[in-house]
C-alpha cells in the first residue's frame, strides 16, 4: 500500500523559477529519502533527512521535514530543463525497515 | 556513489514462461534488497523485501509463488517471474541497502517486462 502522498501531482514552471514538492505520510518513520526518476529509468538518491532532523541542503536542493505534521517538503531552487523528472518520497517506517513511496510528482520545467 | 546493477533491462516473452531477473550491489554488501513494481506514470509498488539468506518477506497481495525472490548472497537477489501472463507486463526495480536500517537505497535501472 501507499504510504505517503505528494502533491502536486504534476508541475511545470519556468526555467530559473522554484519548484517544491510536498510529500505526507501516515505513521511514524525513522528516516525519508527523495528520489527522482527520469522517464522509464531508475531511481537516483538525492535526499535523505532522519527523523530528528528538520532542513538538510545538497546544492540547489533543500529538503524539511516536520515529524509532527508528518510531511515533507523539496524545493528545487533556480530550476533548470535538465530537472524535468519524476520526484518521489519515501519513508522507511519505525519498526518496518522497508520504503514505501509516495505518490509522486511530475515537474517540468520549460527552457 | 554505491551501484546496483539490474539485468536484463528489459524482456520480452511468451505467456506461460518463466522470467528470471538480477540484481546485483557492485560495490557493497547488501543485507537487504527489495523488490519494487511500477506501471506507467505511476509511484513504486513495493513487492517484497529479501534478506539473504532467509525467505523473502512478501507484500499484501503479491503472490509468492508466482514472482519467486531468492536472495542467495550478500551482493545478489533475483526475481523470478514464474508462468508469465501480459497482466505482468510492468517495470520491475529492484533497490539494495548497505548495512541496517537507516541507510540510504539505491535503486538498479529497472527492467521492462513485456509478456506477449
Known amino acids: 500500500s501507499q504510504q505517503g502522498e505528494e502533491d502536486p501531482q504534476a508541475l511545470s514552471i519556468q526555467e530559473g523559477e522554484n519548484a517544491t514538492m510536498n510529500c505526507s505520510y501516515k505513521t511514524s518513520i525513522n528516516n525519508l529519502q527523495w528520489y527522482r526518476q527520469n522517464s522509464g529509468r531508475g531511481l537516483v538518491h538525492l535526499i535523505l533527512i532522519r527523523s530528528n532532523e528538520r532542513e538538510k541542503h545538497s546544492g540547489r536542493l533543500r529538503v524539511t521535514l516536520d515529524t509532527s505534521k508528518k510531511s515533507s517538503s523539496l524545493l528545487i531552487t533556480a530550476s533548470r530543463a535538465a530537472d524535468t523528472a519524476s520526484y518521489f518520497c519515501?519513508?522507511?517506517?519505525?519498526?518496518?525497515?522497508?520504503?514505501?513511496f509516495g505518490t509522486g510528482t511530475r515537474l517540468k520545467v520549460l527552457a | 556513489g554505491a551501484v546496483v546493477s539490474q539485468h536484463p533491462s528489459w524482456v520480452i516473452c511468451k505467456s506461460g514462461t518463466s522470467v528470471k531477473i538480477e540484481c546485483r550491489s557492485l560495490d557493497f554488501q547488501a543485507t537487504t534488497m527489495f523488490w519494487y513494481r511500477q506501471f506507467p506514470k505511476q509511484s513504486l509498488m513495493l513487492m517484497a523485501t529479501s534478506n539473504e539468506g532467509s525467505k523473502a518477506t512478501y507484500e499484501q497481495g503479491v503472490e509468492k509463488d508466482k514472482f519467486l525472490i531468492n536472495h542467495a548472497s550478500l551482493t545478489l537477489s533475483t526475481l523470478t517471474v514464474t508462468s508469465a501472463h501480459p497482466e505482468d507486463s510492468s517495470f520491475y526495480i529492484c533497490?539494495?541497502?548497505?548495512?541496517?536500517?537507516?541507510?540510504?537505497?539505491?535503486f538498479g535501472e529497472g527492467s521492462w517486462l513485456t509478456v506477449v
Open positions: 519515501a519513508t522507511e517506517g519505525s519498526g518496518t525497515y522497508k520504503y514505501i
Open positions: 533497490s539494495a541497502r548497505p548495512g541496517t536500517s537507516g541507510n540510504t537505497i539505491y
